[in-house]
């Protein structure tokens, strides 16, 4: 997701939340998560999916396979599809903010 970088700034410079990125969990790595320092543990783990990569079935039940495994070691995995951050930034940024006030 090429918008990814955007998406990272947006957070930080607009929310003021800590944001890593490639975090590694089980043998893989989430692309963004979000980190509370309050409690010191990551609370939000977001993927960010280009339209290339998810036009293909494999890729889709692998991921599918891949969020079930890491929400089963605690993690809240959200996806953002680059066309629908292209289309509706606010209503992803909204949906994020919501995952994190559920998880703080």
Do not use: F, P
């Not at 944001?19 to 043998?27: E, F, L, P, T």
């Not at 290339?52 to 996806?79: A, P, S, T, V």
């Amino acid at each position: 997701m090429k918008s990814k970088e955007n998406l990272v700034r947006y957070l930080k410079q607009n929310n003021g939340y800590e944001i890593h990125r490639q975090v590694k969990s089980i043998g893989y790595r989430i692309d963004l998560a979000i980190w509370n320092n309050q409690i010191q543990q990551y609370i939000l783990g977001i993927e960010c999916d280009g339209e290339y990569w998810h036009g293909k079935l494999e890729n889709i039940e692998r991921d599918i396979y891949r969020q079930q495994l890491l929400e089963n070691k605690g993690w809240k995995i959200i996806r953002i599809l680059s066309r629908d951050w292209c289309r509706n930034k606010e209503q992803e940024i909204t949906r994020i903010k919501k995952e994190i006030n559920k998880s703080s």
